[in-house]
């Protein structure tokens, strides 16, 4: 059984890095395979596709957050990280890591087929 767990802060400062760290266990080197990404949910509003990491290491990024953006993976410990710089308020949301089996732009969550519980980010001085 595939399981993903977000950790990370719940409380982030305006103009701080985000980051988030997910760790997938219970699975097998195909999991490897999935596209690893994040996306969030702010508060009353659906959900929006941040990014992900491909097998390779390739990383796509949503346009609109692109230039904050970084994610990273390191398979050898089943984890996949995110970082979000100089964030506001409107970066307030819970963001979700996700094993997608066919990549590519925008939210799909057909192709969603592992999602961790989420995890609440706020962001406040």
């Known amino acids: 059984q595939v399981q993903l767990q977000e950790s990370g802060p719940g409380l982030v400062k305006p103009s701080q890095t985000l980051s988030l760290t997910c760790t997938v266990s219970?699975?097998?080197?195909?999991?490897?395979?999935?596209?690893w990404s994040w996306i969030r949910q702010p508060p009353g509003k659906g959900l929006e596709w941040i990014g992900y990491s491909d097998y390779s290491g390739n990383t796509y990024y949503s346009p609109s957050l692109k230039s904050r953006t970084s994610i990273s993976r390191d398979t050898s410990k089943n984890q996949f990280t995110l970082q979000l710089s100089s964030v506001t308020p409107e970066d307030t949301a819970v963001y979700y890591c996700?094993?997608?089996?066919?990549?590519?732009?925008?939210?799909?969550?057909?192709?969603?087929?592992?999602w961790g519980q989420g995890t609440q980010v706020t962001v406040s001085s």
């Open positions: 219970g699975g097998s080197a195909t999991t490897n395979y999935y596209y």
């Open positions: 996700v094993l997608d089996g066919v990549g590519g732009v925008g939210v799909r969550e057909e192709s969603y087929d592992y």
